[in-house]
């Protein structure tokens, strides 16, 4: 086999043999094909796409270049999540231990934040002693203990993607769909699921913002996780406002321990529960009431549990940032616009987020909001607050929400789930 030759060939329109697919992703995860060969294959698949069974043969080769995990010692169902990324979207937080408090086991394996997204691994780090690194063996016992686990991947789990994402990020290639659902639902796959949610954002703040590529996307990654096995559900979700309250690490742990406690934003307990009734029903449990198990405070104790199990103090005080700054409302009337991309960047620019991979970040900065968009607001009443612990960061901050929000006399409906998604 040449790397050439399969260059060349999608390079001029045509279907990769599986072959030839088995063969470039091995070769290339260990090293025989070089990055500026694999760089042309991505290019020439981010012009050309791929077929169904192209993609299936890819998704599968990332899969199988580490281990797909086997869950089934737990003796309980396992269902689990994955959210193309969004600004304020802690949803992940308060789902988890919910799922779990309604007995089925929750195996999230998660990120960090990039860019104006933030990460789930980056907010839970801002609970005192929590950490995100856990063995094979305490994983898999704190799934069959607690029912729930959020934590880091490890080298084993398709360490392809691993590779084929970093080449992306300097190649231009990452915003291919073909190259984003394999590179998903490869790491999704693997991590051995009965079931699995998907929600595909879209609006100013997530990756796709066109609604049509949302739900393309949506449609070829419910696809591919349905091929492999694994009962997979897609919700596409609105993301041109930010969800919640708040956008940061600290900030968005508090607001999903409110919604743990039974208050918290309505949209983030609608989300929530939108998402844990597709995760109950993939695996055959739609009789659980997951608003029901939320009010009895049961997954309240999963999330204390799930935290404490991984060295968090869910009673320590989380940490306050050192400066904040209060943008008021611009005028009266009802907010009809507050844009997640801009709210992101800011909260980015105070710290929050990191631009490189390995760029350390502030637990404490972030952007609160005191009111969302539909609801009425006062001329000059504080409408966001800024946190930072370096007050020189608050220009750029307040610079990136120029234009960010917009007071109307209209009404806005806002569905927060736009479509449901199956195979
Ligand atoms: N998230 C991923 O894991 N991969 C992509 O390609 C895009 C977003």
Request: net charge negative; charged share 25%; with cysteine.
């Amino acid at each position: 086999m040449d790397a050439i030759d399969v260059i060349r060939a999608k390079r001029d329109g045509d279907r990769l043999s599986a072959e030839q697919i088995r063969w470039v992703i091995a070769a290339y995860t260990d090293g025989r094909v070089p990055d500026e060969q694999m760089s042309a294959l991505l290019m020439a698949v981010f012009f050309r796409g791929m077929d169904g069974d192209e993609l299936a043969v890819w998704t599968q080769s990332m899969i199988d270049s580490g281990v797909r995990k086997d869950l089934s010692s737990l003796g309980r169902p396992t269902a689990d999540k994955h959210s193309t990324g969004g600004v304020g979207d802690k949803i992940t937080l308060p789902l988890a231990p919910l799922v779990a408090a309604c007995g089925v086991a929750v195996p999230q394996l998660s990120g960090r934040g990039l860019g104006h997204t933030g990460g789930t691994l980056d907010k839970l780090e801002a609970i005192p002693g929590w950490r995100a690194s856990l063995t094979d063996a305490e994983y898999i016992g704190q799934l069959r203990d607690v029912g729930a686990v959020i934590c880091a991947a490890g080298n084993d789990l398709a360490p392809a993607d691993k590779l084929l994402y970093a080449l992306r990020d300097v190649t231009g290639t990452v915003e291919s769909i073909p190259l984003i659902a394999s590179s998903i639902m490869s790491k999704k796959i693997a991590e051995g699921a009965d079931a699995l949610v998907l929600d595909v954002k879209t609006g100013s703040g997530a990756f796709m913002r066109d609604t049509d590529d949302a739900r393309t996307l949506a449609r070829t990654m419910v696809g591919l996780g349905t091929a492999a096995g694994v009962r997979t559900v897609a919700l596409v979700t609105a993301m041109d406002r930010p969800l919640g309250r708040a956008a940061g690490n600290a900030v968005e742990v508090a607001e999903s321990v409110e919604v743990l406690a039974g208050g918290g934003p309505a949209d983030v307990v609608e989300l929530t529960l939108a998402l844990a009734r597709e995760m109950l029903a993939g695996v055959g449990r739609s009789d659980v009431d997951p608003a029901e198990v939320l009010a009895s405070g049961r997954a309240m104790d999963a999330w204390r549990a799930m935290i404490a199990a991984q060295g968090g103090d869910p009673d320590a005080a989380l940490p306050q940032p050192r400066e904040r700054h209060v943008v008021t409302a611009p005028a009266t009337g009802t907010l009809t616009r507050l844009d997640a991309y801009a709210v992101g960047v800011a909260a980015w620019r105070l710290g929050a987020g990191r631009a490189r991979k390995e760029d350390p970040v502030s637990a404490s900065a972030g952007v609160v909001w005191h009111a969302g968009v539909g609801e009425q607001v006062t001329a000059g009443q504080p409408l966001l607050e800024l946190h930072t612990d370096d007050a020189a960061r608050l220009p750029r901050a307040l610079e990136a929400l120029e234009g960010a929000v917009g007071v109307d006399t209209d009404d806005v409906l806002l569905p927060l789930v736009l479509e449901r998604i199956t195979a």
